[in-house]
């Protein structure tokens, strides 16, 4: 786990002094002689490198065994001996299950997405005047504690436009190009003589043209959106076979009036869309006035009873923006936090790697007629290879063990949906479970998964040192 | 309902609600001479006590004015020990360590059960039990006892039945009562959407208002007797009582239209801003419902005034049954075999100690002795009515009083399946089948 911090050495590690401690070739030469290279006898090295096994074996070697020999028993204590009972209900149980398929998801995309821009970045910075002060932004995350960063990405995909920075871009988005209807949300009264009907709503009951004013009533309105709006009015003059009514808010403020008649008080709707209806085709449109009365024009209308209808862009519901943290989405924008905290990360080692890349090389291919695209795909990246596949793999390790940031960001309700294998070790240990033993399994298993990473990272260390 | 949050809360809102009545309490009202004979409290010169609860801030200063005053009449020199949050845990360093103070205060009754299997609580001497006997109804001091023997005195109380409504919002929709049973909190709720309000806000981001909304249903549609059962998990959540009691939910649940922000808002909606947005202006939703401690955020978040803006009403009776009374408490027990500690505990068995905690506003005393003009203001006298009126026909938060892992962990078992619930309403076979498997497998583990 150490070697998430560390910097990963580059190819610009000093070169090893050679025949050190670690003996590799020359291994042969080495047992034949009593001595060390730098002529230190075995015990006097043994004291040496004691303090060191000491407090490994202390802080490392000791908490795995005993890790290891916990996730054998079970929730009680070393009393109950399990087997691998806690290795099978692991593998049993769903959350673990969700845990493990979100874990493999994070290991693909965050480490490549965070490279990827972290390249990106380092080779745009490069060139640019002001590329310090871009390099120090773009780093300027990882000073943040991942509980802080935890917090404000909480806070940034908050469901609330009016909080989450996120959904404000989504919605102002979105909000540019459709526009809000007049009366998001407005709705007839339970049993009022209007039906819903794909998003609006029509009248049960069928009008005959020239007979009397149809009543719309429609409730459900904050009175103070209408602040400006007229007392609602039966229509004075409806012309011979056409059809007539009202839209109005049937809410008297305070209580009190009768439902589907228009009491004093009561205030128009203006500017909704009616349609007449006959036999599933509008026959007739109409919108209504500021004193909420339409008139449906006897000449399109024709003869023979029709229904009303509200169609449903009268009442589309404001655009809510995006359910960032909703069942389906809420582990990609995690994983998005994550990238905006560790693309820093990535850009400084590779930018540091690309300061080793020899220019000449560059110029000489630029000289052979290769173009920018060219010597990025052909040049640079084959030599920077090296710290890239050093930046993933660290990454890799620092993914699997990824907890603050889905134990923060995630609501109660999504929690399980966003779960991985350490926010499920601490669950099942401490959080509510108080089952040690599953939590002990659980850590083997992601110490095995980390393993195949950390030996990856050691070998290449080993070959740049033999190099 | 989670401990740690209801307790915070309670405290800084029942401080800000009563700063005004504070000050002169405890010296002007009570005639201490009497109290303290009668009390019969020895005397403790020159011995020191350490009390612990989770009380911080105003409310740990109110507190404070009691045991200056226990300090006043015995003699003693008392020491406020803060346990934070996570009280059990502090105890239980504190006592393997040898270092227990002489009363705690604990925040559930399962919490006083385990420390009482453990043998850590010291059962309470004669003179507490006579205060209590005098001063509790036997539904109170039940709840301080385990297996038969009394170790607690439950000082303080939180009522978890009560409805907070944004009065201006109720006076739009033309609502001039609040409603009473559960039919007419539905029927004012669609009154209150059709005036363009949403009815109700509820914080479904937080389980544990699920679970509160949950309780109070099942006790008032299924009576106490079911409810203890399903406390103990005697009966599965497979019962149909439970089925039915999900169906009553599920008339609120399942209308999006009479919830703020609809099914997805309420799901978003954590508990603080479910209360901002009730008083906000222009308000959100009309009203809101959770326990007494509401009352905090009101006051220190939002602009609207207890009792004129904002007023309680005690959640509605359904389906014809008594109307429910969900509490939770402290109850305070002996960590020690000590004089002092059970002169403490009788001293707040006493009337004359939850006079003088109560006076300062923001505290709900069990004690029925207690008269109701020491309340400050009207909400809590309201409150504390209700309470006390309630006899023995209470109940302590369900989900308090199961394991942890089912009813106090965010993301999992109860608080959980009640989540997938409101997000699903019509599924009621569903839910409870979740909420039957997660408490099994939570109260095999508890043991």
Known sequence: MAAQTAPPATSQAPPPRSGTAAPRRGGRRTARR???????????????????????????????????????????????????????????????????????????????????????????????????AFKLVVFMPMAISMLAAGIIFRLVYDQDPGKGVANAVVVGVHDTFAKASAYPGAKPRIGGGLAPSGGGYVTTATIAPGTTAAALPLVGIPPATLSGARQAAVPSHCPTGAVCGTVWLDFTPGGGGTPGRIDPGERALAGVQVQAVRGGHTVATATSGRDGTFVLPAGTLGTGPVQLKLPAANFTAQFQGVTWLGPTLVTWSIIGAYVWMWTGFAMVLIAAGLAGVPRELLEAARMDGANEWQVFRRITVPLLAPTLVVVLVTLVINVLKIFDLVYVIAPGSTQQDANVLALQLYLASFGGGNDQGVGSALGVLLLVLVLPAVFFNIRRFRKERTR | ?????????????????????????????????????????????????????????????????????????????????????????????????????????????????????????????????????????????????????????????????????????????????????????????????????????????DGWTLTDWFENIYLS????????????????????????????????????????????????????????????????????????????????????????????????????????????????????????????????????????????????????????????????????????????????????QAPAAFGGTKGQGEWKDLQDFLANPSDVAGAQRKLEADAAAAFANAG
């Open chain 1, 34 to 132: 009593a001595r060390s290279a730098i002529g230190a006898h075995p015990w006097a090295a043994a004291c040496f490198l004691l303090p060191a096994l000491v407090v490994l074996g202390a802080l490392v070697v000791y908490p795995i065994s005993w890790t290891a020999v916990r996730s054998l028993f079970g929730a009680d204590g070393f009393t109950h001996f399990v087997g691998l009972g806690n290795y099978t209900s692991v593998f049993h149980d769903p959350q673990t299950l969700t845990a493990l398929r979100n874990n493999a998801l994070w290991v693909v995309v965050a480490p490549s997405v965070a490279t990827g821009l972290g390249l990106i970045f380092a080779v745009l910075t490069e060139r640019v005047r002001w590329g310090t």
């Open chain 2, 1 to 205: 309902m989670k401990r740690t949050v209801a307790l915070a809360a309670t405290t800084c809102a029942l401080t800000l609600l009563t700063t005004a009545c504070g000050g002169s309490g405890a010296n002007s009202s009570s005639p201490s001479g009497a109290t303290a004979s009668n009390l019969n409290l020895p005397d403790l010169h020159g011995q020191h006590l350490e009390v612990a609860a989770v009380w911080t801030g105003p409310e740990q200063q109110n507190f404070m004015k009691v045991i200056k005053r226990f300090d006043q009449l015995t003699g003693a020199q008392t020491d406020f020990v803060p346990t934070g949050d996570n009280v059990s845990t502090f105890l239980g360093t504190k006592i393997q360590g040898g270092a227990a103070p002489d009363v705690a205060f604990l925040p559930q009754p399962g919490v006083l059960a385990q420390f009482a299997k453990s043998g850590w609580l010291k059962p309470v001497n004669a003179a507490v039990e006579k205060q209590l006997q005098g001063n509790y109804s036997t539904g109170w001091q039940k709840l301080g006892a385990y297996n038969g023997t009394q170790y607690g005195v439950y000082f303080k109380a939180a009522d978890k039945s009560t409805v907070w409504y944004n009065t201006k919002a109720f006076s739009t929709a033309g609502v001039s009562t609040p409603p009473t049973t559960w039919s007419e909190f539905l029927k004012d709720a669609q009154t209150i959407s059709d005036s363009g309000t949403p009815p109700v806000s509820v914080g479904g981001a």
């Open chain 2, 221 to 400: 549609q299924a009576g106490p007797a079911k409810y203890d059962q399903l406390t103990k998990h005697q009966i599965k959540w497979t019962d149909p009582s439970v089925g039915k009691a999900l169906t009553t939910l599920g008339q609120l649940f399942g209308k999006p239209s009479l919830l703020a922000g609809g099914t997805r808002g309420a799901l978003a909606t954590e508990f603080p801003a479910s209360v901002d947005q009730t008083f906000a202006d222009p308000a959100k939703a009309a009203m809101v419902y959770e326990a007494d401690f509401v009352a905090t955020n009101i006051t220190s978040d939002t602009k609207a005034k207890i009792g004129t803006d904002a007023k309680v009403f005690p959640f509605p009776a359904v389906d014809g049954g008594q109307a429910p009374m969900v509490v939770g408490g402290d109850v305070a027990v002996a960590l020690k075999n000590s004089k002092g500690a059970q002169a403490l505990l009788t001293y707040l068995a006493s009337t004359d100690a939850a006079r003088t905690e109560v006076e300062q506003g923001g505290f709900i005393s069990p004690n029925k002795s207690l008269d109701l003009s020491a309340y400050p203001d009207e909400t809590e006298r309201s409150l504390a009515k209700s309470l006390t009126a309630a006899g023995d026909n209470f109940r302590f938060d369900m989900s308090d």
